[in-house]
Structures are given as structure tokens and as C-alpha cells.
């Protein structure tokens, strides 16, 4: 089963590591290194000085304190925690699998925040806020608090629940040393996707054509076979992606002048590019639907985030 309850705190307190006038620095690392950060961030709509500020009025001294504080209270937390979620799994509902919780740090201000994502809700508890509170509240109360509130508030997302298991085992793959070779990895993905989401009906990929500036060829892909083995950019909805450097998503294909039918069969089609760490096209996801606008927001973030991966991997 995909775990519930995930531990991020150690990474809030490298700022520790960090001189004071270097915590930009560190926030910029924080907020690469853990995504939802950002999405806290965007909800709360406040600036990185505003919060680098914040944690400089802090002072190191108090956080040297919250460390301490989390290091005497974080393993019996946990295992209190796991313990109650396994033990009264109905309760908590676990097999809905469209959230999560992760201990963190943001900013102390609150003891949870909810953030939506394309793979369901990050429950995102601040031990900050414990650690500042920590005469008056009981951690385990209040997470178990948030948890309830969630569900209670929120009917089961099964599509959200498909994606975050979904991109677990892409980024397991992708990450899995065992497997150096590109097309064999590109072959997995199209395959997991192709039997995972029933309105996948054409999954692969094209890339930069190695040997002719501005064109894609066909990579591994599942579906019918198609006759468009090579594409030049700005030629249908795959070059037009490619040429603007921008994830293409069509409700209608029959609408879309600029359009390479592969088969009678399809509906709709998302096209999301990939980069190489310099921001060059390198390739392409595409995807194909049978269903008219059957791709939303998350879909595109989805499938944008395992081009992500995949840049990180192998460009």
C-alpha cells in the first residue's frame, strides 16, 4: 500500500547548515527539493524575502531549539501515528488513497495546511507550529484532527488516487539504476499509462531528431500503429508543441486545423514537451484519447511532472 505518512522535517533543518545571510539560498534549495513547498507557498501568497525574513526574526538560535524539540518528539510521533492509521484504517479511510500526510516545515504559523496537487491532497503538517505551541497542543491530536477534517470535508478522488500511485512507480522506474537504457524506459512508461488510465488510448513518445534540425521522430509509444514517424516542428499539434516549447492540449481534434490524424478513432490528444537542463527541446509525451476533453489541469501536471523525471534523468 502507498504510505500515508512521510517525514520531511530533516530538510527544513539544513538551514542550520547555512549562514544566516545565505537562507535565500537555502529557501531556493528547500523549495526545489521538496514541490509542495511551492504550492504552500502559492496558497498563502507570500514572497520568499517575506519568508526568508521570517525565519531571520526567528533567529538561528530558536530553530537550533525546534530541532532539538523535533529530534525528542519525532519517534514516538511517528510510530504513534502509523500505529493509529493501521489499527483504525476504516476510520481513516486508506484505501481512498488521494491523500497524504507529510511532516515538514512552513513557517509556524498554522499546525496544517491542505494542498491540492494533480495526485490528491498533501496534508502538510508544520512541527514549526508544535514547536512554538508546544505547552498547549498535542501533535498527535491535531494530525489525526486534520486527517478527519479532510476526509470529512472531501469526497474520494479515485482519478487523483491513479495518479499518485501512478507517478510513484514512474519516478521508481526512471530512478532505478538497473535500467540505463532510454527506449526500455520510454517503453515501461508508455505501457504503465496505456493500462492504468482507460481514456489513454495512444501513449508515447516522440523525439529531437538527432540528424535533422527541427524534426521528431517516433519513439516507443502503445497503441495502433501510425504512419507519422517523423514530424517537423510546427507541423500538427506534435511540432506545434515542439516549436513553441509549450504543452498543447486539445479538446476536439476535428476543430484543429493543424492537425496529423493518426486514427479515425481519436478524439483528443495532449502533447506535454520535455527539456534538457537547459531548456532545449529534447522530446515529447503524446497522448491520444478516444473521449472528447477528457484532459484537465491535472493531467497536464501530471504528465508535465514526469517529463520532469525524465529531464532530470537522462538530459
Known amino acids: 500500500m502507498r504510505s500515508v505518512f512521510r517525514d520531511f522535517t530533516d ?7 547555512y549562514p544566516k545571510e545565505k537562507w535565500d539560498l537555502f529557501w531556493q534549495d528547500y ?7 511551492n504550492l504552500y507557498q502559492e496558497k498563502k501568497g507570500i514572497k520568499d524575502d517575506e519568508i526568508v525574513e521570517k525565519f531571520k526574526k526567528i533567529g538561528r538560535r530558536e530553530l537550533d531549539k525546534a530541532f532539538w524539540y523535533k529530534q525528542e518528539i519525532i519517534k514516538d510521533l511517528k510510530a504513534d501515528i502509523i500505529k493509529d492509521l493501521t489499527k483504525s484504517s476504516e476510520k481513516f479511510q486508506l484505501d481512498r488513497g488521494d491523500y497524504a500526510v507529510y511532516l515538514t516545515v512552513f513557517t509556524g504559523d498554522s499546525p496544517y495546511e491542505f494542498l491540492e496537487s494533480f495526485k490528491g491532497t498533501i496534508i502538510g503538517v508544520d512541527i514549526l507550529y508544535f514547536y512554538f505551541n508546544r505547552d498547549k497542543i498535542d501533535p498527535k491530536t491535531l494530525i489525526e484532527e486534520a486527517i478527519m477534517k479532510f476526509i470529512n470535508s472531501t469526497t474520494p478522488n479515485k482519478k487523483k488516487a491513479d495518479f499518485w500511485i501512478l507517478y510513484d512507480k514512474v ?8 535500467y540505463n537504457d532510454k527506449q526500455s524506459i520510454l517503453t515501461l512508461i508508455s505501457q504503465l499509462l496505456s493500462e492504468r488510465i482507460p481514456y489513454y488510448n495512444w501513449v508515447g513518445f516522440y523525439l529531437v531528431d538527432e540528424r535533422e534540425d527541427n524534426s521528431l521522430v517516433l519513439g516507443p509509444f502503445v497503441g495502433e500503429p501510425t504512419e507519422h514517424t517523423k514530424i517537423k516542428f510546427g507541423q500538427g499539434i506534435c511540432g506545434q508543441a515542439a516549436s513553441t516549447k509549450a504543452t498543447f492540449v486539445v479538446d476536439d481534434v476535428s476543430k ?15 502533447v506535454v514537451p520535455i527539456f534538457d537542463k537547459k531548456g532545449n527541446i529534447v522530446g515529447e509525451i503524446d497522448i491520444d484519447s478516444h473521449e ?10 501530471f504528465l508535465e511532472a514526469i517529463a ?7 538530459w
Open 292 to 301: 472528447k476533453a477528457p484532459f484537465d489541469q491535472d493531467d497536464r501536471s
Open 256 to 270: 484543429e486545423e493543424n492537425y496529423l490524424s493518426c486514427s479515425p478513432k481519436t478524439q483528443a490528444e495532449i
Open 11 to 17: 530538510y527544513f533543518f539544513e538551514i542550520l547548515t
Open 171 to 178: 519516478k521508481t522506474i526512471i530512478s532505478d539504476k538497473n
Open 308 to 314: 520532469k523525471l525524465l529531464s532530470e534523468r537522462f
Open 31 to 37: 523549495k526545489r527539493t521538496l514541490n509542495f513547498v
